[in-house]
């Protein structure tokens, strides 16, 4: 197999001298981004639990032969980014899951499963994207397999739970549907377009031409103004279907208006990949700069079991890339709902009160409070505005005071009320009170606070 060259040296040269970075086109994944993924993460294994999804994760390395069965038309080949292994055969980062999957379903036997065999998968995909297109090297999908049937409504139940979670999240999409056919049909419908394009060539631009022969079907996607104006005036694919595909395409159209899932049909989507048949989807979400950025894709893909070996066995796959999400979110000005705050904030002044803190910490951690802290601060007030934005239900707060008395004031971080408790009694205290929260929600105000004097705050000069 031909080795794609790695990454060409001047996209990661560094300055001589300078401190190593991170890699082009590669991202880090950032603390203040950890709502949208906790959020997204937690919708996505819902959904498939809800679904009946079995859950498979294959290696993130693999033969990279697997990728390349599907040479001849298999446009993914040079985005594949392979090394070659010292122990034996050349390596690939995966660029996608569905090839991995259709390869474990044959080698565990899955066909001897009662069929259809449903599957999800959540995991990084690597491809050797340009760096300039603004494409990520390493992303996160999310994808829902099913495997061992042909009907309709697979296609059609797949593609409605994903605009239903895609709208629950609550993006502005457009679902885009095509139907490719089966290989004949398709052969058939590329020696058509050729002979479109041809009569039109000489305003064709100069890939298009190159391509005309080989890949008619991506002309169609050629973003050169040009072609596109030929483009849009080329015979749709859904025109020339046999009966077979035509009636199945129907099917899921019907299937979808049943459930009221709106959609675009889009004679120009045709999916860069070669093992697509009958339905083809994408999910688009439209960009601040007017722009639109694909969510989702996916299909049909009867054929492709077989192409690694086993028997035939038809198939139906949507993958969601998880960036992109978040990257919709954000321009939408979509929020992920807040992490659960915590049930108490502990804050402490002084070095006794500090030490006996981390001893508190880790008890109240052991009885299952859910508990933030601030050992490192020592300014009360600044610890105070930390559990207003932590948005914790109570505050403890230890002093100097407290600590000679051998107590703790716990404050109401809804009401502001301070209470002074006997330190030994702290947890059960806390417990309590949460428990009656979670059972009755918020208690009504208690009768006039007996607030303490606020020594412990005056007391407290450095910090
Ligand atoms: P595909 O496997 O190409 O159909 O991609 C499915 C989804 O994965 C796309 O709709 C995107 O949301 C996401 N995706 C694909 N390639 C990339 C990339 N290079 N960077 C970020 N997300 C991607």
Redesign the pocket.
Known sequence: MATPPLVKKKETKQPSGSPVGLLQGWKDRLPMDVAYWDFLTDRVERLARDYGFLHLETPILEDARLFTILKEKDVEADQLITFQDAEGPVLALRP?NTLPLARAYREHGFANLPQPVKIYYLGP?F?R?KISSG???Q?T?FGLEVFGDPSPVVDAQLIAATFFLLQDIGVDIRLHLNSLGHEECREKYEKMLVEYYRTRRSVLCDDCKARLNKQPLRLLVCEVPGCREVSQEAPPIVDHLCEADRAHFVQVLEHLDEVEVAYELDPRLI??KAYYNRTVV??HAPTADGRT??????GRYDGLVAAVGGEPTPAFGL???L??VILAMKEQGVQPPSLTPPDVYLAQIGDEARKKSLRLFLDMRHEGIRVAESLSKEGIKAQLESATKSRSRFALILGQKEIIDGTILLRDMENGIQEVIDFQKIIPEVKKRLHKIAVNGTPPLPPPPPTPEPTTFHRHTHG
Do not use: K, S, V
């Open positions: 996608d995909q491809r994207e494409r990520l090297r992303f999908q999916r860069d994408e999910f950025i694909a969510l989702a894709g996916g993958a969601l890339g960036e992109r």
